[in-house]
């Protein structure tokens, strides 16, 4: 039997009230995973990548990225580009979990490589934490692939 290895869910949101929310929903659905919530592209490749302030940090070699598009300093679209390009994040999965519905944003981000895309129900504070719960649910049963 294969070893489990402990994924780290990576919440890339700008909005504290979202990544909070998001964090909150998964731990109902009993995701007992580390969840790092970054608030920016930027911060995010950062972390991805050992650069700037996480220089040096010891990170999981098991991760899940869900990313919002509608980010301060690098968007979703850029940081998803970013990981793809780079064959120590390529095979990282990336949940977008976003406010948009346009289908040139669902298309440009499975083009670019996300592996599921989820809308965010804004306007709606039980649709919405009921969709992340469901996405918990998900997230309990996957495998993800160990970085390089």
Do not use: W
Request: charged share 30%.
């Amino acid at each position: 039997m294969a070893t489990e290895r402990m994924v780290t869910i990576l919440v890339v949101e700008d909005d504290p009230g979202h990544a909070r929310l998001i964090e909150r929903n998964l731990r109902y659905s009993n995701i007992a995973n580390e969840i790092v919530k970054l608030g920016d592209g930027q911060e995010a490749l950062d972390y991805l990548f050992g650069e700037g302030k996480y220089e040096g940090l010891e990170r999981s070699s098991s991760l899940l990225v869900l990313l919002d598009l509608n980010l301060p300093v690098l968007d979703g679209f850029q940081v998803l580009e970013r990981m793809r390009a780079d064959d120590r994040t390529k095979y990282v999965p990336v949940i977008i979990v976003t406010s948009s519905d346009d289908t040139r944003d669902v298309e440009r981000c499975y083009d670019l490589g996300c592996n599921v895309f989820l809308t965010k129900p804004v306007v709606d504070y039980e649709q919405f934490s009921e969709a992340i719960r469901k996405l918990g649910l998900f997230l309990s049963v996957v495998t993800v692939p160990e970085r390089g």
